[in-house]
């Protein structure tokens, strides 16, 4: 639309789009359409808390671990998670422009506020995502540092996510950031939705879905290989198989990045956007997390007071109700976890069990107990 058209027009009753023709049912006027805005908050609401308790377990579990070493990999996670937040705080300010774009004003639309969060979050977005693999890929690193092709195969995963991310922050600092004297009006928006960005987004998204699905597998036939029971492997495989949610959210970017390049109302796929990077960064967060927090769970909430009470009182529960109904039962009860007498390897998961296939799996432990 031609500026001076515009002139002394009330721009907030301006639509940013014309209407569809016929309008969608039940629409009632600019802010009334769909919007994605409430189904961000409570993906932010049930995903961040986990995030939260998941980078924090990792640490404490690290912490107690023998040596008290906080690894690069925990500082990765903890990074990802910080910058996340910090992204997601602006997004969830950003709910008048998480609808279509014909049920947003002009006056909404060319507020310099919103091209500025805008660019603030693709910034943070990159780094963001790109600290959540590495800590998964470094996390690799301490499992099976012996294993020579498998740490080449990391290392390649570490280059790989850097060629997925980081040049994204050169391009958004171009493309959607004011040039010296220039204001921060729609004109930035104009040219951050141009169709080179966009198809260098679509490349930069296809990279990272198949940066995803290597994350996903790589692990998996060194795990297979370990002599443990079936269930032990396949328990081991679904640990590192829950990426498999971040890689669902890496083919919806990809598949809404399509859209949005394609869209005559972009403000809609760009809000789909928002939610799908927001599930990523956050499950991709727990993934790197969840070894730790499974043996913060196995070897120090399992050996508290807090869980040695509550054991004891379901065991007293479970011998009165043997007595009651068999007469009176002598039952010993101890505890099933026999890994509980060997030396851990930092991650209870990989236990004594695995350290007796070290020979065959390429897998080194020291006297410590922890993965070299």
Avoid at 137 to 146: A, E, G, K
Avoid at 324 to 350: A, C, H, L, V, W
Wanted: hydrophobic share 45%; charged share 15%; with cysteine.
């Amino acid at each position: 639309m031609d500026p001076a058209a515009l002139a002394g027009m009330d721009l907030n009753k301006v639509p940013a789009l014309p209407l569809p023709n016929p309008p969608p049912a039940h629409y009632a006027g600019l802010g009334t359409g769909p919007q994605l805005h409430t189904t961000t908050v409570v993906m932010f609401a049930i995903l961040a808390p986990i995030a939260i308790l998941a980078v924090a377990l990792r640490f404490h579990w690290s912490l107690k671990n023998p040596g008290g070493k906080v690894s690069a990999a925990d500082w990765c996670g903890l990074g990802a998670l910080m910058l996340t937040l910090t992204q997601e705080s602006i997004i969830l300010t950003m709910g008048d422009y998480q609808r279509h774009q014909w049920d947003v004003s002009l006056a909404t639309m060319m507020k310099p506020v919103f091209f500025k969060k805008t660019y603030v979050q693709y910034v943070i977005a990159w780094p963001a995502i790109s600290l959540a693999k590495l800590s998964i890929l470094l996390l690799y690193l301490q499992l099976f540092r012996v294993n020579t092709g498998l740490r080449w195969a990391v290392w390649s995963g570490i280059v790989l996510t850097c060629i997925a991310y980081l040049p994204n922050i050169g391009v958004s600092s171009y493309y959607c950031a004011a040039h010296p004297g220039e204001a921060w009006d729609y004109k930035i928006g104009i040219r951050c939705g141009n169709k080179d960005v966009l198809k260098w987004l679509i490349a930069s998204a296809a990279l990272s879905l198949t940066l995803d699905l290597y994350i996903m597998f790589l692990p998996i036939p060194q795990i297979m290989s370990l002599n443990l029971s079936l269930r032990r492997r396949l328990g081991l495989c679904l640990i590192f198989l829950a990426a498999a949610f971040a890689c669902i959210c890496a083919l919806l970017t990809l598949i809404y990045r399509v859209h949005l390049a394609n869209a005559a109302d972009p403000m809609w796929p760009g809000a789909q956007l928002w939610v799908t990077n927001l599930t990523e960064n956050f499950v991709a967060i727990i993934v790197g997390s969840v070894p730790g927090m499974n043996s913060w769970y196995k070897k120090i909430f399992k050996t508290s007071s807090v869980y040695s009470k509550f054991t004891s009182s379901f065991s007293s529960m479970s011998r009165s109700t043997v007595t009651k109904s068999q007469g009176t039962t002598s039952t010993k009860y101890e505890s099933n976890d026999k890994r509980d007498i060997y030396p851990m390897t930092g991650y209870s998961e990989f236990d004594h069990e695995s350290q007796r296939s070290l020979a065959g799996s390429h897998v080194e432990v020291t006297e410590s107990g922890h993965w070299l």
